[in-house]
């Protein structure tokens, strides 16, 4: 017997109560850092993310341990949530709207801004005491950055996990442009920062390691400066 078109949306909104039962508190103080960066209330970033069971499990790789070691949301224009996502939104056909949604970064172009977490260490899962750390110690985006910015967040985040912002500057398309004022403005200082390289600063091969690394690092930053006007777009 054939499915009715009501059975079909009662079906679909008891799969979205079941994706919401799995979200914990690792997953809201999460959508609390994403809604600061984006200026949204993290209750609407949490019905973003339940539109996709897709969403919910990146989620929960990257909270896992032994899993996921990036996590990423995309703020930007789209259409509206499909009727399959269990929910309805009232605007007009053919208006897109400012979503947050996670992607793997393979499908979707960035147009907007990109918030993304990454993970030094996946042998323990994700818990409220980690995560409360990287709020304290997370890199901001580059412009706030300019004028917090302490050199020994770096050792200190990298235990762990980190989390970051990249955004397209106004008017380009070329992912490529924010890649590079990132690393410029970010982890370029912070790099230089770091006075104890440990064994690299003990031995002539360990000095030379640290030196062919910091220019590697400088010339992979110019290499972006030079090719992101050939590329007017690129997916993460």
Known sequence: M??????????????????????????????????????????????????????????????AKNDGRKLMFYYQECDPPSHDSGRAMNVPKGTKIPTVFITNGFEEGLTG??????????????????????????????????????????????????????????????????????????YKPSINAIDNWGEMTETPQGKKMRRSFIESFDGFIQFLDGKSYLVPSLVI
Request: some cysteine; charged content about 30%.
């Open 2 to 63: 054939a499915e009715t078109i009501k059975e079909r949306q009662a079906r679909l909104k008891e799969a979205r109560e079941h994706r919401r039962i799995r979200i914990g508190k690792e997953h809201k103080y999460i959508f609390e850092i994403v809604g600061a960066k984006v200026d949204m209330e993290p209750s609407t970033i949490e019905e973003f993310i339940l539109d996709t069971e897709q969403q919910i499990e990146l989620m929960d790789q990257f909270l």
């Open 113 to 186: 801004r990109c918030i993304f977490f990454l993970r030094t260490n996946i042998n323990i899962p994700i818990t409220m005491r980690n995560l409360h750390e990287i709020q304290t110690l997370g890199f901001h985006s580059s412009e706030t950055l300019q004028t917090v910015y302490n050199p020994k967040w770096l050792h200190e985040i990298m235990e762990e996990i980190f989390y970051g912002c990249i955004e397209l500057p106004s008017g380009s398309a070329c992912i490529l442009e924010a890649i590079k004022k990132t690393m410029t403005l970010i």
